[in-house]
């Protein structure tokens, strides 16, 4: 199994609304990462979890919340998001050298 | 602190024409450098990397060699296909316990038949 697998595809949600992505992967890998992509940009790293610790938050509004519950899933928590938040939200996962990622959650906050 | 910088897009080729999208990069120490390939709607596929200075990363028929020299990482393909238009991301990442994985820009490929 060489995937990452992100669930949902595509979420709309309001301003008010609380709500999760998720993310997992069996290859083992030590690394499990969140990024956000605006149309037309690279992505933006978010989080970084290595051995199931937030290793790197870069300095992340608190309205995204990520959680790592075992080696092999990583969620992203959201609560309060604005119409600026709206973007694809690309988990990878990495054995230590090169990432891989998953197809992403495209997110539409309204 | 570290960076990379690609070259602006979008790149417009012929089919079966050559290509180079340049990669170059700003690290302390000895990074590894990537190439990732992003088609619409898609998430990023890891397309080739290198480890240290002259290695060559291969993979479809891309090509990139990690000068330390020049601090580069250029992509080159003998021959597009229609079907490698895509956004094409160089990235690096330091050999440290952080993890991050820097990417540059991007460049928007486009291959006319």
């Known amino acids: 199994d060489t995937e990452v697998t992100q669930t949902p595809k595509h979420l709309v949600m309001g301003m008010t609304n609380k709500k999760s992505l998720k993310c997992e992967q069996h290859m083992g890998h030590r690394a499990m990462y969140w990024y956000k992509q605006k149309a037309k940009k690279p992505p933006e790293l978010m989080f970084v979890?290595?051995?199931?610790?937030?290793?790197i938050n870069e300095s992340v509004p608190s309205r995204f919340s990520p959680e790592c519950p075992n080696s092999s899933l990583l969620n992203l928590h959201l609560h309060a998001l604005q119409p600026e938040d709206s973007a694809l939200y690309l988990c990878?996962?990495?054995?230590?050298?090169?990432?891989?990622f998953g197809q992403g959650t495209r997110l539409t906050v309204v | 602190g570290d960076s990379v910088t690609q070259m602006e897009g979008p790149v417009t080729l012929s089919e079966e024409a050559f290509l180079t999208i340049n990669c170059t990069y700003t690290a302390t120490g000895y990074p590894s450098l990537f190439w990732y390939v992003q088609y619409p709607g898609e998430g990023l596929q890891l397309l080739l990397k290198a480890t240290k200075a002259d290695d060559k990363g291969s993979n479809k028929g891309f090509e990139a060699t990690y000068r330390k020299e020049t601090t580069s990482f250029h992509l080159e393909k003998g021959s597009v296909q229609v079907s490698d238009s895509a956004v094409y991301f160089c990235a690096l990442r330091r050999m440290d316990s952080s993890y991050k994985l820097i990417f540059g820009s991007g460049t928007r490929l486009l291959v006319r038949p």
């Open positions: 979890y290595s051995y199931e610790k937030l290793s």
């Open positions: 990878a996962s990495s054995p230590g050298l090169g990432a891989f």
